[in-house]
């Protein structure tokens, strides 16, 4: 009786094994050949011994005692340690500093994830465009290229002037004018700026292939 009660245990552990072990190779078997398994990118996670002193001091400024960065544009900007310095304190700063809202800014950065199709950016930022107050009705505006139907003044007016932007590559006067008045002429250059942030970055993750970690699901719809 012992030993069928100890097979049976065994036989639970394993079946439940199994799902992740399938999960495992399925998500291995998908990878490219040239993405590394632990960044998910074709460029290798740094760590501080990799770099230089510059690096290394960079790499201090930026990680602390944090755990590395091994996916995302912190990950892969220590390659450039002066770029990774530079990414760092502009999104910083536009994200937790600037004069636009939380819920604002990362409207704004889905906008510019989904004109570039950066999925990477676009997955991490829209659990935080909900987390920060954006209603579901504004990310399904973004996610389906809908008109900004029903939306509040200011979500409406960021959704254009970054379609605009990123689509025709100008801002006419009539959006411009409705933009200084909401935002604020500060406003409108930090909106320009996240949206152009998030593009740079995503420019950087779509050049190095970066796949999503195992544990974000994947939010933008292919198209």
Not at 66 to 84: C, E
Not at 145 to 153: F, T, Y
Not at 167 to 179: I, K, N, Q, V
């Amino acid at each position: 009786m012992p030993n069928r009660i100890l097979i049976s245990v065994l036989t639970g552990v394993l079946l439940a094994a199994v799902p992740a072990l399938f999960a495992q190779a399925q998500t291995d078997q998908a990878l490219p050949s040239d993405i590394d398994s632990v960044s998910l990118s074709r460029l290798p996670a740094l760590g501080r011994d990799d770099l230089d002193e510059e690096g290394k001091a960079v790499y201090d400024l930026l990680v602390g005692d944090g755990p590395p960065p091994t996916t995302g544009p912190r990950a892969v900007t220590l390659y450039s340690p002066r770029i990774a310095e530079g990414f760092a304190l502009i999104n910083d700063y536009l994200r937790y500093n600037g004069v636009l809202s939380p819920r604002h800014t990362e409207v704004a950065i889905l906008v510019a994830a989904w004109e570039i199709e950066q999925q990477y950016e676009y997955s991490a930022h829209e659990p935080a465009a909900l987390r920060y107050g954006a209603p579901q009705a504004v990310i399904d505006t973004i996610k389906h290229d809908r008109e900004p139907v029903g939306l509040s003044p200011e979500e409406t007016l960021i959704i254009n002037f970054g379609r605009q932007l990123l689509r025709e590559h100008r801002l006419d006067s009539e959006l411009f004018a409705e933009a200084v008045e909401y935002f604020g002429e500060q406003g409108v250059v930090e909106l320009a700026t996240v949206m152009g942030d998030y593009v740079m970055a995503g420019l950087v993750l779509t050049a190095i292939d970066q796949h999503l970690p195992p544990d974000r699901p994947a939010l933008m719809p292919s198209r």
